[in-house]
């Protein structure tokens, strides 16, 4: 790389030589700036996943099955296949399994903050010293991503970019003979048998162009003679296939910030940064009440419980569809679409579909307060006959009223946001159940109205019952609810911020809310402790300072 850049500044100074010293004092100068580069991520990553070490296993690592706990089996049925066993009791937060990837691919729009080899957030990259749009986080990921892959894909990048998931086919091709773990990934179902036809041909055709690409753009088959182009198209086509249904996306909770001038995160989302395979991972059966959580410290997956599951019972993942966000029709189709089976857990086996999850759309009764069930004339809890069409009208006029406030949002009038999300939240209090999810939605976005406004004492009241509404949807442990409690944390601090500048730490409001502050601090702390991945915690920027800055005494 370095004469390649000589060789560049002769071109574009031409007549003009560079001396020996010059040469010299240069070449020190580009092995100077390439270990700056390595030790700048040393020095500014050290806040993130960098350093969070990877757990144990519960029980140390199953000799038999890579990279899951000792405490676990994999077995054998007729009907279930393939599938993970406890051995012995496990607890709340044990951990399940800690695994690496057989292969990942970071998506393209993250390339300018992941490690293009390993996943690792990055603040300054190495890139490819070929084409420089793959970057990477130290020369050993890019030594080892050339090595390994990159020196195929390098010249291919665009038709990678536009072949979605089949990319990642390619390259688990391309790893096949770097790791004794390609049996494991050999064995994952393919389901072709069961893919639409149409489908199959398109990835069939996909397959095709990467053979090809690889044959005449690439010395990929002068370098690896064992291997001819026919039986790496049907290696590429397999592994395709495999990833409709075992593919694996690599998350990151994202934060934003939601008031300008603000250094305090009150709102994070999920984002996907990558696609993997895991092939031990995916042993796991799905149940639309997963009995794990999966989180992620760089590419690494870790699995845990997050509630106890004794020996005999099954470990269960939850392939996307859940039981407390799409009803039963909706997960069977999903299931059946993508996964062709038709799944039967507890929650798909009920006769009728659960009333717990239907108050979640609900209509308000007008008598006593309680839900009023989709499709349904009268309160579940006084069974009185309900003014369905008054109530539904009602309701889609708060709905109006709430789109049109997005739009106010989007063109930055606060004022007439304000007022919109205020109105369908008046509205939608009169006809929606208390835990009706357009409710609470039409109440999240008025509270981040006034946070941007800097009305924080309203926002509080706002968030407290938006938290209510999730606990009681996803439970007091989900992400969900740790999500809106940082929320909730970052705004009472700035009420507390705000009695502190005129100087009103002694008055009732501000003991109060440091009471508040406590309390929430220590909700949080529970609900990480017990469910949620301590990365999740690392994730959010100065939460961790934040936490321990409260007294609790």
């Avoid at 249904?245 to 996907?272: F, M, P, W, Y």
């Avoid at 003014?387 to 106010?408: D, I, R, T, W, Y």
Wanted: glycine share 4%; proline share 3%; with cysteine.
């Amino acid at each position: 790389m370095f004469e390649e850049c000589i060789e560049l500044v002769k071109s574009l100074c031409p007549g003009e030589e560079i001396d020996t010293q010059e040469n010299s004092d240069l070449k020190n100068a580009y092995e100077n700036a390439l270990k700056k580069s390595e030790s700048k991520n040393e020095s500014k990553l050290e806040h993130t996943q960098k350093n969070v070490p990877l757990p144990i296993p519960k029980g140390g690592e199953n000799t038999t099955f890579p990279c899951a706990s000792s405490c676990v089996m994999l077995k054998f049925s007729e009907r279930k296949g393939r599938h993970v066993v406890a051995k012995t009791d496990i607890d709340m937060s044990d951990v399940i399994f800690v695994e690496k990837p057989f292969a990942l691919v970071v998506l393209p729009d993250q390339y300018q903050q992941h490690c293009h080899h390993c996943c690792k957030k990055t603040v300054a990259f190495i890139p490819c010293e070929v084409c420089t749009r793959a970057q990477f986080c130290s020369i050993d990921c890019q030594t080892a991503a050339w090595s390994l892959y990159h020196q195929w894909e390098c010249r291919g990048l665009d038709i990678c970019h536009s072949i979605g998931i089949a990319h990642l086919g390619l390259r688990v091709a391309l790893l096949a003979d770097s790791s004794d773990r390609y049996k494991q990934v050999l064995e994952l179902k393919t389901h072709l048998q069961d893919m639409k036809e149409d489908d199959v041909y398109q990835y069939a055709i996909t397959a095709a162009l990467l053979t090809l690409y690889l044959e005449r753009y690439t010395s990929y088959f002068k370098d690896n003679a064992p291997i001819d182009v026919e039986s790496m198209g049907c290696r590429i086509l397999r592994h395709i296939a495999q990833l409709i249904c075992n593919g694996h996306a690599i998350t990151k909770i994202d934060s934003v910030a939601l008031k300008e001038n603000c250094h305090k995160t009150i709102s994070e989302t999920k984002q996907r940064i990558a696609t993997a395979i895991y092939p031990s991972a995916s042993m796991m059966n799905h149940s639309c009440d997963q009995n794990i959580s999966n989180s992620f410290i760089n590419e690494h997956l870790i699995v845990r419980a997050i509630r106890p599951i004794k020996a005999g019972e099954e470990v269960f993942n939850c392939y996307g569809p859940h039981y407390t966000r799409m009803n039963r029709d909706e997960r069977q189709k999903m299931l059946q679409n993508q996964y062709f089976f038709t799944c039967d857990c507890k929650e798909c086996s009920k006769s009728d579909e659960c009333d717990s999850q239907q108050q979640f759309s609900a209509l308000l009764c007008n008598y006593c307060t309680g839900p009023v069930m989709p499709d349904k004339a009268s309160c579940s809890d006084c069974l009185k006959t309900q003014p369905l069409v008054q109530l539904a009208n009602m309701a889609l006029s708060a709905q109006e009223v709430f789109h049109a406030g997005q739009k106010f949002l989007e063109d930055g009038n606060k004022a007439d946001a304000l007022r919109c999300f205020e109105e369908s939240v008046k509205l939608g209090s009169k006809c929606l159940y208390k835990h009706n999810k357009d409710l609470r939605t039409y109440k999240d976005s008025l509270a981040r109205v006034l946070i941007e406004l800097g009305l924080y004492n309203e926002a509080v009241v706002l968030i407290e019952d938006c938290i209510s509404s999730i606990e009681k949807q996803f439970g007091c442990n989900s992400v969900e609810v740790v999500s809106e409690l940082q929320k909730l944390f970052d705004v009472v601090t700035h009420v507390m911020a705000d009695l502190a500048i005129k100087g009103k730490t002694a008055s009732r409001e501000y003991r109060s809310k440091l009471q508040k502050l406590k309390a929430t601090q220590l909700k949080i702390q529970k609900c990480i402790k017990q469910s949620v991945d301590a990365s999740y915690l690392n994730s959010i920027p100065g939460m961790t300072e934040a936490l321990n800055s409260v007294e609790l005494s």
